[in-house]
T-cell receptor, first 114, second 113 residues
């Protein structure tokens, strides 16, 4: 069974600064996908970024980038130039290739302060 | 396409009653998923469909829970004889392939009193 651990229940960052959210996972699979989702207060969850395990290059989406360390089973999310609208709960998720379900961590609540 | 739609948004029911939730996925997505989320925790997998076939069901899903996707389009999740422990947000998501990531609906918040 796969597990996903987010060790930071809460974090805060000043507007315009950079913050990194941590995620580690445990699996015996070699081919899988990793995701970060954002859930703003009282709003639906949206996909932020995804990473294929077979790709060494770290994924980037505008201000969001990941640091994927396959050997260490680590998948952190870096948010640059933080904005007030980044305030949300962030979930790390894992999916085995060709499987249906994703396994989610318990989330990190990020607050961006003005 | 308006995204993934879930109805109702909120449901309050008395313990022992049956409830049914509906999910309308993005029309071109053939995969549909149901998750349950309690406060302060991440979504927990319940079941998923590829087209009309239910391909996986969580062991956590008791016999009181049943899900259908009769024509490979919308899906329903029914909970029979609700218990207070069923109180949670029920999330529906859809995707084209799975590895492309999910599009979530806004969820149905169930409160069992």
């Amino acid at each position: 069974a796969q597990t996903v651990t987010q060790s930071q229940p809460e974090m805060s960052v000043q507007e315009a600064e950079t913050v990194t959210l941590s995620c580690t996972y445990d699996t015996s699979e070699n081919n899988y996908y990793l995701f970060w989702y954002k859930q703003p207060p009282s709003r639906q969850m949206i996909l932020v970024i995804r990473q294929e395990a077979y790709k060494q290059q770290n994924a980037t989406e505008n201000r969001f980038s990941v640091n994927f360390q396959k050997a260490a089973k680590s998948f952190s999310l870096k948010i640059s130039d933080s904005q007030l609208g980044d305030t949300a709960m962030y979930f790390c998720a894992f999916m085995v290739a060709n499987a249906g379900k994703s396994t989610f961590g318990d989330g990190t609540t990020l607050t961006v302060k003005p | 396409d308006t995204g993934v739609s879930q109805n109702p948004r909120h449901k309050i029911t008395k313990r022992g009653q049956n409830v049914t939730f509906r999910c309308d996925p993005i029309s071109e997505h053939n995969r549909l998923y149901w998750y349950r989320q309690t406060l302060g925790q991440g979504p927990e997998f319940l079941t998923y469909f590829q087209n009309e076939a239910q391909l996986e069901k969580s062991r956590l899903l008791s016999d009181r829970f049943s899900a259908e996707r009769p024509k490979g389009s919308f899906s329903t999740l029914e909970i029979q004889r609700t218990e207070q422990g069923d109180s949670a947000m029920y999330l529906c998501a859809s995707s084209l392939e799975g590895f492309d990531g999910y599009t979530f609906g806004s969820g149905t918040r169930l409160t069992v009193v």
